[in-house]
Nanobody, 126 residues
Framework: QVQLVESGGGLVQPGGSLRLSCAASGFTLDYYVIGWFRQAPGKEREGVSCIRSSDGSTYSADSVKGRFTISRDNAKNTVYLQMNSLKPEDTAVYYC???????????????????WGQGTQVTVSS
């Protein structure tokens, strides 16, 4: 059974850092793309970053480039999102998701992701 479980969210002050974890089970990271998405109140869900495990390629949205870093630990079957220099506009529920296929062009689109975690809340506020 495929499962994705996010953790690591919380309340942080502007300029602070958080590391989100996405623990995967029921499949091996090596064969899929794992993406991080976020949804702020009243807004559509948007892609943040992804890692293509077949070749280790990573991609990030312009809004988080230079601040967020996605990585993986194959031994733990876990993907991480290190978030630095957080801004109030980063406040959202963050989700990780697994692609339906083994390869996507860059991060693909939401419809190309088959399994989703339950989400973890990130709040950036003073």
């Amino acid at each position: 059974q495929v499962q994705l479980v996010e953790s690591g969210g919380g309340l942080v002050q502007p300029g602070g850092s958080l590391r989100l974890s996405c623990a995967a089970s029921g499949f091996t990271l090596d064969y899929y793309v794992i993406g991080w998405f976020r949804q702020a109140p009243g807004k559509e869900r948007e892609g943040v970053s992804c890692i293509r495990s077949s070749d280790g390629s990573t991609y990030s949205a312009d809004s988080v480039k230079g601040r967020f870093t996605i990585s993986r630990d194959n031994a733990k079957n876990t993907v991480y999102l290190q978030m630095n220099s957080l801004k109030p506009e980063d406040t959202a529920v963050y989700y990780c998701a697994r692609s339906a296929t083994r390869w996507l062009y860059r991060c693909g689109t939401e419809r190309e992701y088959e399994y989703w975690g339950q989400g973890t809340q990130v709040t950036v506020s003073s």
